[in-house]
Every structure is written in structure tokens, then in C-alpha cells.
């Protein structure tokens, strides 16, 4: 199971990619856990996840995010703008999986 | 396009670390999530009130559309079943925000965010004005009057507990047989017993030196100021353009600038919302102007930019650019519930020199008429309930005065309006540059 969480400001925006996201993932065959979350929860949703992924709107807070992030072991990037834009789930989960190491 | 990308890099080398810097500061940051964490409270606290008043009043629109004024004799009596609601949201707000303000900042510093919290809670009622004759604690300061004493006193105490609990000196020293659960409960005694003691001597001091002690020191030389500065239209339209150029930007603008809006704005909603719950009506409430009664309610629909207007647009003079309408067509259900980062990132708004005006000027002018309408010539009642920031835009100010006036839902639907022709010629010249891009990628 390939577990990704996404962070916007208040978790709606990034919902409508997920839903994206999880139609592409199992386009692709991946087994894949998916959600959205507020920026305020990194804390407790970035546990035993395999990337975390910030939408372009809070790009300035990836500092933050490594830190929380990166003694968990968990990959942290930001969304590249266009695919966001465009609510490109298949990019997305293809960044996510780079990011991840698995591809 | 290669100035743009020169710009973009300027800017992402200088003021996105500075947004980032304001938004990651510790204090500033507990502050803001405080808030956030307390804003379901006090939506409940609002929807449940705008419910009752539209149903068990008379008067109220969804009693008038079934006339339950008619069938139910004393109707209005049985608004005294869901009133007490507002005692457990907005008439507590100080209690939750200096509880949530402490927690946020000791969960910064890697504190115990529990005790922190609680303990804040502590020093919160230690510094009150003292019960009365009757043995009664005034509510006055547990509400929005109370909100920037709870502030000070979350982000002190919040500071203060992960701070001394990390001395190793100040912790009680355990004989080797006591258990670790036992022995860790006395660690932080110490450190309370540290900030309890001077919040009471500071209190005592000042209840001495001045009249009333410290909530009525701070709620007449900073919060009242501080208030009277934000209930004012160039303020409001200060926060509108510097959101909407931060989202320019590319950054967040409505949350990187929460924290300050919610301290400069939130007696004013939860006061208001104490009225209406009083009243059950808008009209005479104590801050007719605020942020939410102008912005949220007439310059927003769509999201930031009151971007309802710019997919309309785009619907109506842009149907030959494929590229806007496949982002339009993909943002159109979400901006209904005012949700635009497709519009933002996709068309894209951020960064791009021909969307820079009008989705600046756009909310500044509907938040113009919004003003107009409801302070200057109140042919519409002010806008002072919480819908919650998802309810379609050119409902809220209908919604969010109660229901009572249908010239409110025509305000509405009329900056709508102003919004899509602000967009149109913008639209126009966007979708002129995409075609004849296209048609050379294609020769």
C-alpha cells in the first residue's frame, strides 16, 4: 500500500485532486491510500506515510514540513502549479512515486 | 514570458521567505490555528442561531414560506430551547482560544500540550476579575471581550511550561522506587507552580495600582483601539488587496493573513453574533462593518478574487479558447463553494500579468458596493452571521443577515454581475493570446 497525504490550507482544494488521484492511481495499478488534509494536521497525518505532498498555495511552509517530515522518514515536496491547475491526478501520483523513490 | 519567469524568480527568492518566515513564526502561527480550530464552534454557534430565528420566528422566512406562525401559537417562545447554544460557543471564546493558543505553542516547542493548555486555562481565571458578592464570575471576559487577554495569556503560559519543564533543576527528584507514571506527574509541578504564582502577584499588582485588574487594562488600551481600527472600510480593503496580491504571488493571501484578521475581527463577529442570538435580527448590531460582513459577504463569490465572475466570463466570451474552458469547466462546481486554486494555478491567476488587475480590483469594487448597501444608504441589513466560508457566495448575504430581506439575494447575485464584466475584457484579451498560440504551435 503506497500511502500519500496531500496539505493545502484547509484540506478542500487538495480533495478534489485526490479524488483525481485515486482514479489514476488504479488506472495505473497501484494500490494506493490517498487523502487530504489542513496544513495544521501535518503533524499527526504524516506517521507512517510514504510522501507527503504540499499544494502550491503553502509552498512557503516546506520548510516547516521538512522538519516535521524528514526525522519521520517521510518524503516532503510541493505540487508543481500546473498539474495542480489542472487537476492532473495521473502527474501527480507519478511525482508522488518519484519522490518516493519507487520509480 | 521570459520577464515573467525573471519576476517569478525574484520574488520567489524574496518575499515568498518572508510570507513564509510571518507564517512560520511560532506565535503567529499558535495564534492563527487557535483560531481555526475554534472556528467550527463558532459556526455551529451561528448556523444554529440563523435556524432558529428563521424557523421559530414568526417572521422568519422559512416560517413565513410554511406559516408556521399560523399553525403554532407562541412560535417565538421556543427559541429558548436552542439560545443557550451561543453560552457554549461564542460566549466562551476566550476559554477555547487560550486553551487551543497554549496547546499550539507548546506542541511547537515540543512541550506538553495538554498541561500547557490547561494550565493556561488556570492562569486565564487567576488573572480574572474577582467574584462578586453573590459568589458569581462575571461572563463578561469569557467572550469576545475577553479575547485578547486569552491570547496573551495562551501564548505566555505556552512559552512558558515547555520552557521550565525542559530545566532539569526545577524537577522533584523521585526515590528510585517510584514509579515512572508517579514520578513524571511531579515534574511539572514546579514550572505550574512558577507560573501561577507570579500570574497572581502580577494580578493582585495591578488590581491594586488600577481599577477593574488586568482583563479591563488590556480590553480598554488594546483591544478596543485595536478593534476600532479594523471595523473600518480602508482597512478592509487594505486586507482585500494585500490578499489578493499575495495571491498573485502565489501564496496563500486569506490564510497567510489569518492571524492578524482573526484578532482584529473576532469580537466583532462573536459580539454581533451575541446580538442577533438577543435580537434575531442584523439590523442595530454592535459592528456592522467588519472583514467578514464585506469581503466574505460581497467580495468572495467563487473564492478570492470573486472568481464566479471570471468563469462566467470565461462561459461567455472565451468559448473558442480551449485552454480556458477546459480549466473553466473543471472550476465551475468547485467555485461555487468559493473553492478556485484550479483557476489559480490552472489558468493560471498567479503570476500572470493580464489577470493581475481585475482580480485585484474585482473584490475591491464589490466590497465597495457591499459597503455602499449595507452602512452608507442600509437599504439591506448588514451581514453578520457565519455561514461558513463554503456556502455559494451570492447566497451569503441573504443567508448571513438572516433570510429577512429578498433585495439582499439581488445584491448578491448583482456582484456577481459587476464581477463578470470587470473579468470580461481580460477575458477577451487572455483567450485572444491562447488562440494565436495554438494556431502557431500547430503550424
Redesign the interface.
Known sequence: MFKIRLF??AG??TS?LVTKMRAAAKEMGIEADIEAA?E?KM?EETDGIDVALL??????????AKKICEPKGVPVDVIP??D????NGKKVVEFALKLAGKK | MAMMDKMQAAMEATL??V??KI??QRHVAAVR?AF??AFPMTLAGSLVMLVNYAVLDPNGFIAKILHLGALIPNLADYQAALTPILQGTTNIMALLIVFLCAYKLA?AKNGDTLLSAICAVGVFFIIYPPYDENGALSMTFMGAQGLFVAIIVGLLVGEAIPALSKNEKLRIKMPDGVPPAVAQSFNLVIPIIIVFVIASVLSFVFGNITDGGVQYIIYNMIQVPFRSLGSNIFTVLLFALAQQFLWIL???G???LSAIRSVMFAEQGVANLAYYGEMGTTIGCPFPLTWASINDAFGNTGGSGATLGLIIAIFLVARKDKTQM??AK?AFA?GLFN??????????I?MNPIYAIPFIATPLVCNIIGYLCTIVFQIIPPVTLDVGW?TPGFLIPFLGSGGHNPLSLLIGVLCVCVSTLIYMPFVRAAAKANIAREAEAEN
Not at chain 2, 473553492?339 to 493560471?348: D, H, R
Request: aromatic content about 6%; hydrophobic content about 40%.
Open positions: 493545502c490550507a478542500m482544494s478534489l489542513g495544521t503533524r499544494g502550491p498555495q503553502i509552498r512557503y511552509k516546506l520548510a516547516d502549479m500546473v495542480y491547475g489542472t487537476m | 515568498v521567505p510570507a513564509a507564517n512560520g490555528d481555526t480550530l506542541e502565489g501564496i496563500h486569506p490564510n497567510t477546459t480549466i473543471l468547485p473553492i478556485n486554486e484550479p483557476l489559480m494555478f490552472g489558468l493560471p498567479v463554503t
